[in-house]
């Protein structure tokens, strides 16, 4: 299944709405994050650094955003601009300088028939597939997509690792998602990986839930979801890449960068994994810590702040 969003964009955008959009049309009126007075602008002006309009992007934006500031750049942010279709034509147009992008879903935006599924695959396509205005740099380990997800639990009393390893018990699992799950993946996971399920069930943004409460064994749980560590869950591997990869990759404006934005993005990307973007996300929906807050500690403990 493949989404324009993260699963972040679920069930904390509400929670996260007044503190991440600062009030007012982000478009036009979020305030400039400038870096100290006198340092000059990697491009020789402002790198203008963009978000969609859901929490997980918002952070993202900041780490780069303040990444960028260390360096002496000259920064605006504009967070929670809205979807794809709009933050896209802002980036080629060169509105926005920068934009964490997830590799997966943008070439599906672009090419909606493409069938790469690996990070070096979708890369590939990208970097011949996106028009001369746009470049993006390096993903970073760090992924947001789809996974077959079980309670810990239950992966140790099966021996689960990979989704290779629920073919022997699958008859006997009930497995939930979303509404379009069972339709989008059933044949796919069962010509992949041989997985027949007991039943599947529809359990949309409860899905988290429902595998704690032991209504499935199986769940359609995205990977940066902090409920994968609240509720002591386990993403198992995808070693024949049926969810195709989702890293998060800056994408640019190629005209508003130099050097300097570039070796500075790619050192973030570097460090960022999907393990920590969960603890950060987790700090968001959970602690209710800011998310320029949680960028920064995180940039600072990697020495990049």
Not at 21 to 45: E, F, K, M, R
Not at 191 to 199: I, N, Q, S
Not at 261 to 281: E, F, Q
Request: hydrophobic fraction near 40%; aromatic fraction near 6%.
């Amino acid at each position: 299944m493949r989404r324009l969003f993260s699963t972040a964009a679920v069930f904390l955008t509400a929670a996260l709405a007044v503190s991440a959009c600062g009030g007012g049309d982000p478009l036009t009126s979020a305030s400039p994050s400038s870096a100290p007075s006198g340092a000059p602008s990697a491009s020789g002006g402002t790198v203008i650094v963009g978000s969609f309009d859901f929490p997980e992007s918002v952070l993202l934006g900041s780490i780069y955003a303040q990444a960028l500031q260390a360096k002496g750049v000259t920064v605006q942010e504009k967070p929670n601009i809205g979807s794809r279709e709009i933050v896209y034509d802002q980036v080629k147009s060169g509105g926005l300088t920068v934009l964490p992008e997830y590799n997966g879903n943008l070439l599906a935006f672009i090419d909606p028939k493409t069938t790469a599924a690996t990070t070096d695959e979708v890369n590939a396509e990208l970097k011949s597939k996106l028009p001369a205005e746009l470049e993006v740099l390096a993903s970073a380990p760090a992924e947001d997509k789809d996974s077959l997800t079980v309670t810990k639990e239950t992966a140790t009393k099966n021996a689960l690792t990979s989704i290779e390893d629920l073919a022997k018990v699958s008859k006997d699992f009930v497995v939930g998602g979303p509404p379009e799950f069972k339709k989008r993946q059933e044949q796919r996971l069962k010509d992949a990986y041989g997985l027949e399920f007991k039943e599947w069930k529809s359990t949309g943004t409860t899905t988290p839930d429902a595998l704690k409460d032991g209504t499935i064994q199986v769940g359609n749980v995205f990977t940066t979801d902090p409920k994968v560590l609240i509720n002591d869950l386990l993403s198992l591997q995808d070693p024949k890449n049926v969810f195709a990869a989702q890293n998060v990759t800056p994408l640019v404006n190629k005209a508003g960068v130099n050097d300097t934005v570039k070796t500075t993005l790619d050192a973030v990307s570097a460090k960022l994994d999907t393990t920590t973007l969960v603890d950060m996300m987790k700090r968001i929906a959970v602690d209710k810590d800011d998310p320029p807050v949680v960028a920064k500690d995180w940039l600072t403990q990697n020495g990049l702040g």
